[in-house]
Structures are given as C-alpha cells and as structure tokens.
C-alpha cells in the first residue's frame, strides 16, 4: 500500500482546486472536464501543533516536520472502468495510492458544470463506487479463471489454490452487486491471499465535501447525505470549503491565516483536518528526536518496534540497534525541560521489544 492520498471524484467537483490549496502546486484548474490527465503530485506537512510545543521547549537551528504525499488524479466519469473518458489511466493511478480522499460536491452554483447537470451527492457517489467496484470486478474475474484451470499443482500448490479459490469467489460476488471489496472485512490471511491484486475498493476512503461559504458556517442537506453514507461504510467525512481554503493557501504568515480563519469562524483550515485523516486512517504515527541541531517528527506504521523506528532515520540505526533514550513529548510539556522529565523518572530506557507510542521523543544507541 503507497504511503499517500488519491483524490478522487467526478469531473469539476473541485479536486484540483483543493489539491493546490493543499499543496501550493499549480494543479490546471478549469471548467471542464478532464483538464487534468496526468497525476499530480504533491508533498505537504503534516500539521502537528505538538511539534511547535517542542521547539518552544527545546530549541533547535533546525525544524522538519512530517510529511505526507497527495495525488491528484483526474475526474472519473461513469464507464471509467470500461475506459470511458480517461478511464483506464486514472484507474491505474488510484491503484497506487494507500487512501482514498473521495471529494464530493455539496453546494449549488449554476456557473459551474456539473458533469450529470444536477447536484446529487448520493448519485454522485454511487457513480464513482460503481466504476471502481467493475474495475476491481475485471481484475478479481480475471485472477479467478486463472486459479479455477490451474488443476495440475503439486498438493501444496493445491491446498493453496482450495484456500484462495473461495476468496475470490467471495470478493467477485461482492463486486458484481456494486459493494466495496473492504465491505467484506476480509481476515488478515485473506487479504494477504489477495494483496498483489492491489483492490481500489479495499482501500480506506475519506469522504471530502466541497462546500461553499455558507456550508461551512452550517451543515446543508448534500453534507448531511454524505455523512449517512460515510456512516453505514464506517469511513470518515472531511468538510472543506474548497474557496476559502485558496483563499488561505495565497496569505503568507501563519498569524495572516490565523486571522482569516477567525474572521470565517473557523478554529482551523479544513484541509490540515483532511491531512491528519488520511495520515492517521493510513496507520502512520509520529515519533520526534529533538536538541540544539535539529528538532525533527517522523513517520513510523502503528505498532513498530524501537529498532523499526530507529530503521527510519537510517538503515545502520536499526542493524546496529543497542537501546533507546525514550519519553513521551506529553511529560515534556508537563515539565518544561527534559533535565525534570529525567528527575521526574520519566525518562526510559527501552530495548528491541519496546513498542514506540505516537508523540515519543526518542534518542537511539547504535553501534555499527
């Protein structure tokens, strides 16, 4: 699974215009379909308020924050999966990706096109899942034809092919009813029988509703059908006004940001909300290392090990592993320096089983 966010969604529901804001990357904006054909891409930092708490407490020459990776994949269109518009390369483009951020058009303005002529977020929806249910029906059909002729296998082979069989048979029902793959909450050993087919429709999806102004003081009818739906799949729903959000991408300094988002009523950009989503729905935690030279967060998966995470600063910090220097950036706060969060027995330190917790700061022994 790629370690970023696919955005997705019909033709000029706003997701180059929410890609720019996000990334500051001159994703073609225009008001028609397709003006997008190739993926964009863009990096962008990972908000995390507890990283400016760290550099107030212990100050460095340098600051590098975590960073997570958006793709801006061009608008689907209803026989995508047949290769209808530009179907099929967009189709290969959401493959690579490890999240879906499906943007959905919530607010009415008549200057702008809509690809079906009428606002229907739940239409709109079932438009996108469908495409990308065939696409993955196509894909699944195709691998269970292969592994139903394959009759001469050794035994091993064999008891394999009877365990994979009734997987894809599972999946290839599913999809051929429209449902998503991951709606099947296949077991760890399933999906790992499955895992190089790559399913668009077992990756996680965050619903991004593009409201106007007024939407994002109150919630409208389109955001509250996307939440039912967001609901009943157990994926979550990001409101961002996507206007405003262009807004704030073009003001220079934080503190001008801050005081448009007051002035909108806003505590913060909806598009740092979509950022956390997708880094934490794809299962990535932040540890930091911080002193005079550099105070630094990093991503690691959910439930590495202290030499795991020492292996994402370098490859030589993981071989060569002895311990880590490990607190947590919380005691920092409480105790303002790290000589108190030391008298205070806070600091630890942690052999090969320890298993590092979001916020840690952490120092590595290592000998190579």
Not at 294 to 312: I, L
């Amino acid at each position: 699974m790629g370690l970023n966010c696919g955005i997705v969604g019909l033709p000029n529901v706003g997701k180059s215009t929410i890609f720019s804001a996000l990334t500051a990357a001159p994703a073609e904006v225009a008001n028609y379909p397709f003006c997008t054909i190739d993926p964009n891409v863009g990096i962008v930092s990972v908000p995390d308020p507890r990283l400016d708490k760290i550099v107030a407490l212990i100050p460095p020459a340098k600051v590098v924050p975590a960073t997570f990776e958006f793709v801006d994949i061009a608008g689907l269109v209803a026989g995508a999966s047949k290769g209808e518009g530009l179907g099929n390369r967009f189709l290969a483009s959401i493959r690579e990706v490890g999240v879906i951020a499906h943007v959905v058009r919530c607010f009415d303005d008549s200057d702008i096109i809509h690809v079906n002529n009428k606002i229907d977020p739940a239409g709109d929806i079932e438009t996108i899942n469908i495409e990308l249910a065939l696409a993955d029906l196509d894909t699944v059909t195709n691998r269970w034809a292969k592994q139903a002729k394959l009759t001469r296998l050794s035994k091993e082979a064999q008891k394999e092919n009877e365990k994979v069989l009734p997987v894809l048979t599972k999946l290839k029902e599913c999809l051929e009813d429209g449902k998503s793959a991951r709606s099947l909450k296949l077991e760890e050993e399933e999906l790992a029988m499955v895992y190089d087919l790559h399913l668009i429709t077992l990756k996680p999806v965050i619903y991004v509703c593009n409201v106007d102004e007024d939407g994002i003081v109150e919630e409208n009818e389109y955001v509250k059908t996307v939440r039912a739906i967001a609901e009943a799949e157990g994926s979550e729903v990001v409101v961002i006004c996507g206007k405003i959000e262009s807004e704030i991408a073009v003001l220079e300094t934080e503190e001008e940001k801050r005081e448009f988002l007051e002035a909108v009523g806003l505590k913060e950009s909806g598009l740092n909300q979509l950022i956390r989503s997708a880094y934490h729905t794809l299962g990535m935690r932040t540890f930091f290392t911080a002193g005079s030279d550099e105070d630094r967060a990093w991503t690691f998966h959910a439930g590495y090990k202290a030499p795991q995470a020492a292996g994402v600063i370098h490859s030589d910090f993981e071989k060569g592993f002895i311990k880590a220097e490990v607190f947590n950036c919380e005691d920092l706060f409480l105790y303002k320096t790290e000589q108190k969060v030391k008298e205070a027995g806070k600091l630890r330190m942690e052999g090969k089983e320890y298993v590092v917790q979001d916020g840690d700061i952490m120092h590595f022994r290592f000998n190579v």
